[in-house]
């Protein structure tokens, strides 16, 4: 698994602990960040990412383990003497100033000259695209997508080496989001600053990052680039996190570096899985074969050499556009699977057609629960 | 929203609004008004006579003494005001921010101040504040001396006593407001860079001044009325303009010398208030527009 950066990291967190009373929200966490790296933490609510994120703050403090940043140790540092800045989830832009003051406040607090201050201040309306005249409006008077940029050039004008997003693009409206998200990707590379954003959209943090740390119940469940985690899941959890997929119980017997899989469904043959296809966390409980809705298809004629094909009913179908979605029920299998097929004028099956469906376990990805 | 011109015709809005029309109308307009026209009257061997007179009113604003009264009565409302806000802001900023997970109990106890009697909480201090109650009794056995304290029948015992009962206005008006505040912004203003110091003066403290301007108008207006502290803790012995009104109708008979004080202490309040509000009004004008 690629967790390496490639530069000097300017975040070092080792072995974090987090108690609040007899919960412990966090159990010994791991992290390095690159100067400069685009990297998101990903869970569902309750795993511990806002925490993480937090302690990086300096809201919260760890119970035990060590927090370096630019290679000073964080200990009893508070937030204010950090070289980091937030933007909060729901914004917390100050309602009773006016958007000048919100995003000039960093640099009030640093005594900056008034003239300077104006300049740095209008170089970041440009940066946000933001128009002149809102900076003598209250938060409130703005739009959300407004105040969102108010949020980001509030965080990022005192220049900070580390920019802490906590879900900050929650927005309702899918379509803001999207500019929102392109938006943020562009900012990340023109400034060069570190950013660390918590997100429970694991698609967003794909668009988005340079790598991925995916937590569960406090721990990191796996730590890579977008393409280790969408090829290369660490298990069940991490692979059914990023959209609808298809988990195919097999029986695992090691070969090597790779494994010999069969399958009790059908009556074809064992295949053999490389290495590289095989997670490095494989236990010996719950094995299944990972396979994506867009590698399965219909099989009308012989099966190609190596295929596997179970037979099954149409469930359900929808026209996505590019894509249709079928759903086919598999005597045997708890769930319907799913595949996705390139989008096309003619369907090739009907709700309650008797299909035969196929795909190669040799080029699926072998992993438990 | 129903805005037109003609929705006085609308039967449900009439009839909802009625009864709080009418008790309006009975019990604060028509006394208003009955004052004023009292004011124009004059008695004669402690008889109301029925004329249309400036008699009363001359009186009022020749004789010094009703001013000295009026003066101090808004003197003491005003330190009572600088006083609770003192006491409040603190009370109030603690039990929002330390005790925030006790948020239901302590508003039940908040009420529970309000709910207990006015007369009882005032003769309570009697106990206290007397020459041999128990301030100079714990006060001699800190060896400060018998009698170190000489406070009933004084300003100054006045003042306790309003402080003591009208405290819990504003400690209810900024706890609320205090904790109507956003944590983020607070961490926010930390993240920002500001030591926690100038997030106070910069976040916690603005957010709260709706609680701390209602506070200060409700203990203002209550302290000008205050009429039970300066006759049972004070002693008469400085009256302030309730006490003057009330000997105005009651021992001297002179009804119309009671409605006309009783429109000038209401003017002052209402003038007060006034220019409170146009001061604060200019001080964030820019703030008008939300």
Redesign the interface.
């Known amino acids: 698994m690629t967790t390496a950066i490639t530069n000097t990291p300017i975040i070092k967190a080792s072995g974090i602990v987090k108690d609040y009373g007899s919960m412990r929200a966090l159990h010994g966490v791991s992290l390095d960040i690159g100067a400069g790296e685009f990297v998101a933490l990903v869970g569902p609510s309750g795993c511990g990412k806002t925490t993480l994120l937090k302690i990086l703050?300096?809201?919260e403090d760890q119970t035990s383990g060590t927090l370096e940043i630019q290679g000073q140790d964080m200990q009893g540092v508070?937030?204010?003497?950090r070289p980091?800045?937030?933007v909060?989830?729901?914004l917390?832009?100050?309602?009773?100033k006016?958007v000048s003051d919100n995003i000039g406040?960093?640099l009030k607090?640093?005594k900056v000259a008034k003239a300077e201050m104006d300049q740095r201040i209008s170089a970041m309306l440009d940066l946000m695209h933001l128009k002149r005249e809102y900076l003598?409006r209250?938060p409130?008077?703005l739009s959300g997508g407004e105040q969102q940029r108010v949020a980001l050039a509030?965080?990022l004008i005192?220049k900070p080496s580390v920019l802490l997003l906590d879900e900050p693009m929650s927005a309702p409206d899918a379509k803001l989001k999207k500019s929102l998200q392109a938006e943020l990707k562009k900012l990340h590379r023109e400034l060069g600053t570190s950013f660390v954003l918590v997100t429970h959209d694991l698609e967003e943090a794909m668009m988005l990052a340079d790598r991925i740390c995916v937590m569960r119940a406090g721990e990191v469940v796996q730590l890579g680039t977008p393409s280790d985690i969408y090829y290369r899941p660490a298990n069940m959890f991490v692979a059914g996190f990023i959209g609808e997929t298809n988990f195919l119980p097999v029986s695992v017997t090691r070969d090597g570096g790779g494994a010999r899989v069969t399958s009790p469904l059908s009556g074809n043959d064992a295949a053999m899985i490389a290495g590289g296809q095989v997670s490095p966390f494989l236990g010996n409980d719950k094995t299944a074969l990972l396979v994506r809705p867009e590698t399965i298809r219909f099989v009308t004629g012989a099966a190609e050499p190596g295929e596997w094909v179970l037979s099954g009913t149409v469930e359900e179908y929808f026209i996505k556009g590019s894509s249709t979605q079928y759903r086919v029920r598999v005597p045997g299998l708890d769930k319907a699977v799913v595949m996705d097929l390139a989008g096309s004028l003619d369907l090739p099956a009907k709700v309650s057609d008797s299909v035969r469906i196929g795909f190669h376990p040799a080029r699926s990805f072998l992993l438990s629960e | 929203m129903r805005t037109d011109s003609k929705s006085w015709r609308d039967p449900v809005l009439v009839a909802t609004v009625a009864p709080l029309a009418i008790v309006m109308l009975a019990f604060f307009v028509i006394p208003l008004v009955m004052t004023a026209v009292l004011s124009f009257q004059t008695t004669q061997f402690y008889r109301l006579t029925w004329t249309w007179d400036l008699k009363v009113w001359t009186e009022v604003f020749s004789k010094p003494h009703y001013w000295t009264i009026m003066a101090r009565t808004v003197a003491m409302a005003l330190v009572c005001v600088v006083i609770c806000l003192l006491i409040a802001f603190p009370a109030a900023y603690a039990l929002a921010t330390r005790l925030r997970a006790y948020n239901a109990q302590i508003q039940i106890l908040i009420i529970f101040a309000f709910l207990t009697d006015a007369v009882l909480k005032t003769f309570g201090w009697i106990l206290v504040l007397d020459k041999s109650g128990v301030a100079n009794w714990l006060l001699a056995h800190l060896g400060l001396g018998p009698e170190a304290l000489n406070l009933l029948f004084t300003p100054t015992g006045t003042m306790i006593g309003m402080v003591y009962g009208l405290v819990v206005y504003p400690l209810f008006t900024i706890y609320l407001s205090l904790a109507r505040i956003d944590r983020d912004l607070v961490l926010a203003a930390y993240d920002s860079g500001a030591s926690r110091l100038r997030a106070f003066f910069e976040v916690t403290l603005p957010l709260s001044r709706p609680g701390l301007y209602c506070g200060a108008v409700l203990v203002f207006v209550l302290s000008l009325g205050a009429f039970l502290e300066p006759k049972v803790l004070g002693g008469g012995t400085a009256p302030l303009a309730s006490e003057l009104i009330r000997q105005s109708f009651e021992t001297r008979v002179n009804w119309p010398l009671g409605a006309a004080l009783t429109l000038v202490l209401i003017a002052i309040g209402a003038l007060s208030l006034a220019l409170g509000a146009a001061v604060l009004m200019r001080g964030n004008s820019g703030r008008a527009a939300r």
Do not use: C, D, N, V
């Open positions: 703050a300096g809201f508070p937030a204010a003497k980091t800045r937030m909060f989830q729901k917390a832009l100050f309602p009773h006016t406040f960093p607090l640093q003598t209250y409130a008077q509030r965080a005192s």
